[in-house]
């Protein structure tokens, strides 16, 4: 796996013990440099799994090298779903397949319980985690939400606004059974594009103005897209862009 403490085994399981919800809490201050105020506390990781909620972590060792957090939610319709709310994983071992394997294990632990949905938020710019999420687990995107989180202290955000597609992974659908059984189901007639350009981070970077108005740009074409009915159902990438494919969408 790569490093001095690394194993050949990741082990991933629930975490129970307080002494782990602080290892999760640590874990933020290591990954994304979160000030105190940003951080997602013991408490809620104590009360996350008393409610219906998860909180899962993976191990190399005894050592904890990544954790996902998710809390029950409800919809208006009446559907209990669940929100997956953080998943972090030590830089030293992202790349690795840690992230899909947290992922998966949350799904299969939903569908024991007969649960069908679990959503989460992604930043539509960090391309590598679109096409993760869209082409390697199955989640689809129908709704966008402007500056969620407001502005944080994350080196990750640059100071700029939280705008975040909202990812939805219907659990036991075909599509995404498919999907994770390595066949890729075919894609609706696609009828809208919104294109990233592959340097975006670069550009976050160095110029941040241009970088918000990428973000602005893109935020735009996401609300007009989700207006019109579409949804996000698939993602191609090349050396220049990542483009996010938009479509008619239902559940199956």
């Known amino acids: 796996m790569g490093g001095s403490e690394a194993t050949n085994v990741i082990e991933v399981r629930p975490l129970r013990a307080h002494a782990e919800f602080g290892d999760a809490v640590r874990l933020q201050q290591q990954i994304w440099s979160f000030s105190d105020i940003e951080l997602l506390p013991v408490r809620l990781f104590v009360v996350a799994t008393k409610i219906g909620g998860q909180a899962l972590g993976a191990f190399d060792g005894g050592r904890m090298i990544a954790f996902c957090l998710a809390i029950p939610g409800l919809k208006s319709n009446g559907l209990s779903y669940l929100h997956s709310h953080m998943l972090g994983v030590l830089p030293e071992y992202t790349n690795r397949g840690i992230g899909r394997m947290l992922k998966l294990e949350q799904r299969n632990e939903a569908m024991l319980r007969g649960i069908e949905l679990i959503e989460w938020t992604f930043d539509p710019l960090e391309l590598k985690n679109a096409y993760f999420n869209i082409e390697r687990l199955g989640a689809v995107v129908r709704r966008f939400v402007l500056n969620q989180y407001g502005t944080t202290t994350s ?70 897209g989700f207006e019109r009915g579409l949804a996000v159902v698939g993602f191609e990438r090349t050396e220049k862009e990542g483009i996010y494919l938009l479509g008619q969408w239902k559940l199956e």
């Open 155 to 224: 080196a990750l955000h640059s100071g700029m606004p939280t705008d975040r597609c909202v990812a939805e992974w219907w659990t036991s659908s075909l599509y995404v059974e498919a999907l994770l059984s390595g066949q890729r189901p075919p894609l609706p007639e696609i009828e809208g594009r919104i294109v990233v350009p592959a340097a975006i981070q670069t550009i976050r970077r160095e110029d941040p103005k241009q970088a918000r108005e990428v973000q602005k740009s893109v935020s735009e074409q996401f609300l007009r």
